[in-house]
């Protein structure tokens, strides 16, 4: 079993930074994919971002490309998610995934205000 504890989250501004990260109570480095889903009030949980152990491969939404990044040390058993020029349409809980074995975090909330 993995416990996830996301952090990171909190209020900042349009066009502000926040980086979240994800801690896993175990390794990582034999789970193949680590992922940042998000939830906003009303609507479905969607997928935001995702990294593969072998080779690093990315995944990304194509409403964050370009604008956010995900990356993993699986030395640290974390996984980050690096989120630049933040709109409000960005505002949500967002979640860590892995699979497999598919398992969620706790969620941390990301508010992004004028």
């Known amino acids: 079993q993995v416990q996830l504890v996301e952090s990171g989250g909190g209020l900042v501004q349009i066009g502000g930074s926040l980086r979240l990260s994800c801690a896993a109570s175990?390794?990582?480095?034999?789970?193949?994919?680590m992922a940042w889903y998000r939830q906003a009030p009303g609507k479905q949980r969607e997928l935001v971002a995702a990294?593969?152990?072998?080779?690093?491969?990315?995944n990304y939404a194509d409403s964050v490309k370009g604008r956010f990044t995900i990356s993993r040390d699986n030395a640290k058993n974390t996984v980050y998610l690096q989120m630049n020029s933040l709109k409000p349409e960005d505002t949500a809980v967002y979640y860590c995934?892995?699979?497999?074995?598919?398992?969620w975090g706790q969620g941390t909330q990301v508010t992004v205000s004028s």
């Open positions: 995934y892995t699979a497999p074995p598919a398992y």
């Open positions: 175990r390794s990582i480095f034999s789970i193949n994919i």
């Open positions: 990294i593969t152990s072998r080779d690093s491969t990315t």
